[in-house]
């Protein structure tokens, strides 16, 4: 696991690359809308790094250490001043109302356990706090969710860990927020393939 887990971190942007022209506007409405103190949870490379406004105060969440490697090159890279911490975001070892804006961009497909990191990321955020998220989910529709379904456990093997079918929608909708604002779209990579995704902002 551990060689797959480096082969991926070396290969993220790389992978990425494709579809990252389209990603970004989504990248500048999370990241890019960051404010005062700023968790991100899996920070990976740190893809988000040029949308995070110079103000914040940027803390990064990411267990995996060949991500860290990369992630802490590109923060040196940008000359920015952000924290590193190697944590799952499960369990985050911060107080109850620490931080402004919590900020998760297609990670919530590769943790272990979903609600629990939505738990935790609302838990952390201070009242009226904003929880940022960019994410690829599951189907609205049945023809969808079934190559999702279907497609899942080899893509979960080539990508040391993400699911394409994770009703993330219901999962959000389901964690206490006082209000959310959420946009469901498709993001095409390619003809004639789309992948489902959201984005949007849940208050505390
Ligand atoms: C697909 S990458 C996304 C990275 C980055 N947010 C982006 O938008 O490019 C998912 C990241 O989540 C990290 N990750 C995996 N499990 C995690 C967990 N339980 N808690 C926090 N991060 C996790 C992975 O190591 C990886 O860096």
Redesign the pocket.
Known sequence: MTFS?RLF?AG?DLL?SGVEGRVVPY?KRTAGMARGDVL??????G??LPYYPQASNIVF????RH?IRRLRRNIAKQKRDAIIVQ????SLPFADASFDTVV????L?????SDA?IREARRVLKPDGAFLF?EHVLSPRSRGRWWQHKLNPMWKCF?T??NLNRDLTASIQSAGFRSIDLEAFDLSVGLPVTIPNIVGAAYK
């Open positions: 887990k971190a993220y990425n990248r991100e949870i899996g920070g990976g490379t893809a988000n969440i990411e267990p995996d991500m944590q799952v975001g499960e998760t961009t297609l990670t497909c590769m943790v272990r356990d990191v960019y990508t860990g993400c």
